[in-house]
């Protein structure tokens, strides 16, 4: 069954940016897009930089260290050097609450 989890409230999600969260054992980085919620891992695919240090435009985060950039949407790599995409997590909304399924 789906693992949902409290992340952050929905207020402290910022506008077209992007916020680490810690939720259940992880730490991951959830992204205010046009009024949509998105999660992701906040570790990037190509080494030891964390993304919410990064820039987000539109629905690509760029990671600090390299500058490579995901789609936070999907989590797809979309340039080098990165290789592996990013894992990305469901979110739900509710009463003000933004929950992640680990
Ligand atoms: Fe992110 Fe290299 S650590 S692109």
Redesign the pocket.
């Known amino acids: 069954s789906t693992n949902w989890i409290k992340a952050i409230a929905l207020a402290d999600v910022p506008d077209e940016d992007v916020i680490a969260v810690q939720a259940g054992d992880r730490e991951i980085a959830v992204y205010g897009v046009e009024g949509n919620v998105y999660a992701t891992d906040n570790l990037?695919?190509?080494?030891?930089?964390r993304l919410c240090d990064g820039f987000l435009t539109g629905h690509e985060i760029e990671?600090?260290?390299?500058?490579?950039r995901f789609d936070v949407r999907d989590g797809r790599a979309l340039c080098s050097?990165?290789r592996d995409n990013l894992a990305t997590y469901p979110v739900r909304i509710e009463d003000g609450v933004v929950f992640v399924a680990l």
């Open positions: 990037c695919t190509h080494g030891n930089a990671c600090p260290l390299h500058q490579g050097p990165l």
